[in-house]
């Protein structure tokens, strides 16, 4: 999978991905309203509501980006409702030719850890028929519980050619608290994930980098070249760009000397570039999807100035 | 919420859970054969069979256990069909009086991490209406993102009267690939994790325990016995009894002098007794829920002889 989604990076020349994570207040009242008269004021309402956001946002967006990122607790915090838009979003930008990175931050332990890939990227058999649930391409993991709960992950990207990203250096300022703990021979905690994750790597190579890839934070620049340097064979997924602060610059350091090697997200940057002062001038707010364009043509301009 | 949960362990002098993790291989084929002439072999069909199977275990064992835990990975791995089934069990669960502790594992940073708080355990307000998603009394949370992963859910902790279980020292043989780690001050991380589980504690006192309780594997007694002493005001669920190979001996050092600060998961060990040479005997297949009855009974008498 990590190899389709470099031939797409290098077709779309665009080593980005958009987040889709709607919430109620990023939407425009108008697609909201509209929902509400037809729904009712309900969680069914500012679902069908997140699903017009994402298509429009998707049918301007979908031949400038190779991926999309939706963070999956944006929908789940609707229910059943949520979690419905969700599987059809998937299917949505998966139909338009995106690949697809459910944000998913999973992590249990054996057939637990099993049941969520099979969920997620991989299929369950019932009685010789063979259903995909959420079918996305790649997932999130956390690391916490060890190579029991990243393993039964690494066999369904072996089975279905599909990636994972093993939250590494997250984004967040207190992703410090343990990650960043040293420990007794001088390592810090995430330098001690990493070379799991180099090693995790090892069981499903396909090409110069690895199915197992992993998350780092666009917000530690000096964190992210360290770890760009001793992992050489693992892709980054870089959240932290944009509304988190991270700029182009902080970026560089993510990237291999052939500017690949890291996929940047950026999700309210965006999804919401309609609410920021740059693209409010030039775009009403029906209009947010062009303004979404944009953002996504100048996150593109701005990442090649560093490349 | 802990003095809830503490009170119900109290009525009934069982202090266990049993875990509601179905899987399609611990269904008896009778229930899921007659659910494949209803729904057709599909995915509807063993979510349906998960319900069947989940609904006659808490009716037989309702009154004897203060709480169940549904394992989320279990639904979720059938898609939207096994979501609306744990909603549909956790719903069923509420109203025969139990309290439910949903094995979500989740964590992730600020406005994520709220939106999975909120769907989980809190409500969603959608123009003044109410709405409650999953509508848990409990879940677990995971940790390596630091308190901005963990402080939304205290918030909503708070706001509903709710209480999380956050990983430390986990079950699994590969806790210790990380939890394990020895740090330059000499503390191991899961001790650093421990002290910071105390810390967060203090923003959710409810009597003498507080809504930040911990995920505490009965396998690692010596851990337990430790980890006991460290955290005054953190009650403990303590999965690994049973299937995992931790005995009631084990046990022991998970609670207090006065037999409260634990409470002990079974899964399989219950919901699958009917497969036990022990139980098989007595129990024909379809009586699996006497047979999980039996189990339960068992189990609390072997802890009971511990406290």
């Given amino acids: 999978m ?6 797409r990076i290098q077709e779309t020349n665009a080593p980005i991905c958009v987040g889709l994570d709607p919430m109620p207040d990023l939407i425009p009242a108008s697609v909201l309203n509209s929902n509400y008269e037809i729904y009712g004021k309900n969680l069914r309402a500012v679902a069908e509501s997140f699903f017009e956001f994402n298509k429009k946002i998707i049918d301007t967006c979908y031949d400038l980006i190779p991926a999309v990122k939706p963070q999956i607790a944006m929908y789940e915090q609707l229910g059943i409702d949520g979690l419905i838009v969700y599987e059809k979003t998937v299917r949505y930008c998966k139909d338009k030719g995106l690949l697809v990175i459910g944000d998913i931050k999973r992590g249990d ?23 995909k649930p959420f079918d996305t391409d790649m997932v999130t993991v956390n ?5 029991d709960g990243i393993k039964p992950f690494i066999d369904v990207c072996n089975e279905e050619d599909k990636a994972i990203f093993v939250l590494l250096k997250t984004s967040n300022p207190s992703s410090k608290d343990f990650q960043d703990k040293v420990l007794n021979d001088g390592k810090l905690l995430y330098e001690e994930v990493a070379d799991s994750i180099a090693e995790w790597g090892a069981l499903s190579m396909d090409g110069k980098y690895s199915n197992v890839a992993a998350v780092v934070g666009a917000t530690y620049p000096e964190i992210s070249k360290k770890l760009r ?10 959240p932290g760009y944009g509304a ?20 940047v997200n950026s999700s309210r940057g965006i999804i919401a570039a309609y609410k920021q ?12 999807d062009l303004a979404a364009k944009e953002a996504v043509k100048d996150m593109i301009k701005d990442i090649s100035s560093v490349l």
Same sequence: chains 1, 2.
Avoid: M, W
């Fill in 143 to 147: 690391p916490y519980l060890g190579i």
């Fill in 277 to 288: 002062e740059k693209y409010k001038s030039k775009f009403s707010e029906a209009e947010f």
């Fill in 2 to 7: 990590i190899s389709k989604l470099i031939k």
């Fill in 229 to 238: 340097k001793r992992l050489k064979t693992t892709y980054f997924l870089v």
């Fill in 244 to 263: 988190q602060g991270a700029g182009a610059e902080d970026l560089r350091y993510c990237f291999d000397e052939d500017g690949l090697g890291a996929i």
């Fill in 109 to 131: 332990i054996g057939s637990t850890s099993l049941a969520y890939a099979r969920g997620h990227i991989g299929s369950i058999n019932v009685e010789g028929e063979v259903f």
